[in-house]
């Protein structure tokens, strides 16, 4: 059996445990990071995108409030290139309470969150799509994130200051040598074999799966996963993050990222973070409510739809998942649990990954009986995928391919991605399926979902690569499922057009489906459940 000797193993692939690891490196540790699956395969990669300034929760959670506008600072300065400067609005519409946008103000202030209040007609210019109705409006210093990016971005700072990445990594037990942690037994799923991995101290960052990861040795840790629906139109139909001024509730937010504006979102209780359903009644939910605040929104062509599982913690039960705290939870299980070797982070948002990673790489330094300070405040984080050093804006891609002239080399013309960011996606990244090199470059995000760029990125990973073809066919496969996962809850009007359309591409002409291979591979997509039409309190009829 292989077997890796480190310092720190980190477990868990999204933004806290890849800030873990870059912090680890930075202050000269070596470290190792496991996830399962690619890198923001989790709630990472499924939420809707927001740099909070922490109005969200000002009334309700003050102090997830102050951490993210804390943080919102340090991110807007260390990785400008995967934010937006959208800006935010708090609106107070017909079906809300005015007066509740004194008290939002007032907790702005006491929180630190920059707010003021603007007439509705200088609103209604900025975002002429938004409910003329509106009574109220406040701006606060929202933006929007790209958690894929941003991801990679960390990943690659600490790569170069020496850490190791091993993404498709799962992890089966941690190892106890009696009540020491000593590492972990995990499978490598693309070699389809077992490494064990030892370590001084290991960290659980796995998100909505911490609770899972502590439990292989017997210790609770209880994870309340809530599940978060969301929708993305197939355009902007806002250019600023538009939230409801009330308390926190279901399809009270729009967040504009990259070429679409994404409604969200629900927040439900689910019993595995892996598996779960779209129900309908939350998408009835999210199109009456995105309504409210957008009326073209039932008009416009709707994209796709997605669930993602938030990692809340609470020692004590709560009977609603929006009533369990947003701020952060650092376990250390030798005073907690009399285990040493073993600690968990959880909880947050992914606005706070970076100050949850430096509280954790501290305990991290007083485990190990040593002093070395946290310099990610002011660390410059790489962008492997292009320019640093700059807001991301929406015309960026199209202002680099027309001033290289690359309009024959388009890859994927609704994301215009080139044929150079797939090779480079594919032979310079990580990337073991083509939904991998999705997430680092946004192949196939856009309004046809895939239909035109997933078989010339075929093409090119079979070129690249030199996989039997047979591979190549089940890369395809699996890559055409992840997308039909997100399509099927939205399959009406336009977007169930475009569906048809790329069926009749891959199924009549391609004959996808029947060509040699296997069907599905152990990297392929773990589907939705199958949703009920039961009743539900939240429901629109």
């Avoid at 840790?221 to 279901?250: E, F, L």
Wanted: charged share 25%; proline share 4%.
């Amino acid at each position: 059996m292989r077997t890796i000797q480190t310092e720190v193993l980190v477990i868990g692939g999204g933004a806290t445990g890849m800030g873990v690891l870059a912090d680890l490196a930075l202050r000269g540790f070596k470290a190792v990071l496991v996830e399962k699956r690619d890198l923001t395969h989790g709630t990472t990669g499924r939420y809707h995108g927001l740099l909070h300034s922490g109005g969200r929760y000002v009334v309700k959670d003050p102090k997830a409030a102050t951490e993210c506008i804390e943080e919102n600072v340090i991110l807007r300065r260390i990785m400008p290139h995967c934010i937006e400067d959208t800006g935010g609005f708090f609106v107070v519409t017909p079906w809300d309470d005015p007066d509740f946008g004194d008290t939002f103000l007032q907790a702005c202030d006491d929180t630190g969150v920059p707010s003021e209040e603007i007439d509705v007609a200088v609103m209604l210019r900025e975002e002429p799509n938004l409910n003329a109705q509106m009574q109220r409006c406040f701006r606060v210093p929202d933006g929007s994130a790209d958690s894929f990016l941003a991801t990679q971005s960390v990943a690659e700072l600490g790569r170069q200051h020496g850490a190791q990445v091993l993404n498709y990594h799962e992890v089966k037990n941690l190892i106890q040598d009696g009540d020491k942690i000593v590492g972990a037994l995990c499978h490598d799923l693309v070699r389809d074999e077992d490494v064990t991995i030892y370590a001084d101290i290991t960290v659980n960052a796995a998100g909505a799966w911490a609770g899972k990861i502590a439990g292989t040795i017997g210790i609770e840790v209880n994870i309340m996963p809530g599940k978060g629906t969301m929708i993305a139109a197939a355009h902007r139909v806002v250019n600023t993050v538009v939230n409801r001024c009330k308390m926190p509730a279901d399809g009270d937010i729009i967040v504009p990222a990259h070429t679409v504006a994404i409604i969200g979102t629900t927040d439900e209780r689910v019993a595995d973070p892996e598996h779960f359903a779209i129900e309908p009644w939350e998408v009835n939910l999210m199109m009456e409510e995105a309504a409210k605040l957008v009326p073209v929104w039932k008009e416009t062509r709707m994209l796709r739809c997605w669930g993602g599982v938030r990692p809340l913690y609470q020692e004590t039960k709560v009977a609603d998942t929006r009533d369990v705290t947003r701020a952060y939870t650092l376990l250390d299980h030798e005073t907690r649990d009399g285990v040493t070797g073993f600690i968990t982070i959880t909880g947050g948002k992914w606005t706070t990954f970076r100050q949850m990673a430096e509280v954790t790489v501290n305990r991290v330094c007083e485990k190990l009986g040593v002093e070395r300070p946290c310099t990610t405040a002011e660390t410059p984080v790489p962008n492997p995928f292009g320019h640093t050093g700059s807001y991301h804006y929406l015309g960026q891609r199209l202002a680099e391919v027309e001033k290289e002239k690359k309009f024959d080399a388009l890859i994927c013309e609704c994301e215009l991605v080139t044929r150079a960011d797939v090779e480079h996606a594919i032979t310079k990244g990580i990337a073991h399926t083509l939904d991998d090199v999705r997430r680092d470059i946004r192949l196939g995000m856009g309004p046809c979902q895939g239909g035109f760029c997933t078989y010339r990125a075929a093409g090119i990973w079979h070129e690249l690569r030199d996989d039997p073809v047979e591979v190549t066919n089940v890369t395809l496969r699996d890559f055409l499922q992840e997308r039909w996962k997100g399509l099927r809850p939205i399959l009406w009007g336009q977007q169930l057009k475009q569906e048809r359309l790329d069926e009749l591409i891959y199924l009549s002409v391609l004959n996808a489906d029947h060509l040699p291979g296997e069907t599905a591979s152990r990297l392929g997509p773990a589907m939705y459940e199958k949703g009920s039409i039961e009743d539900n309190p939240k429901a629109v009829t």
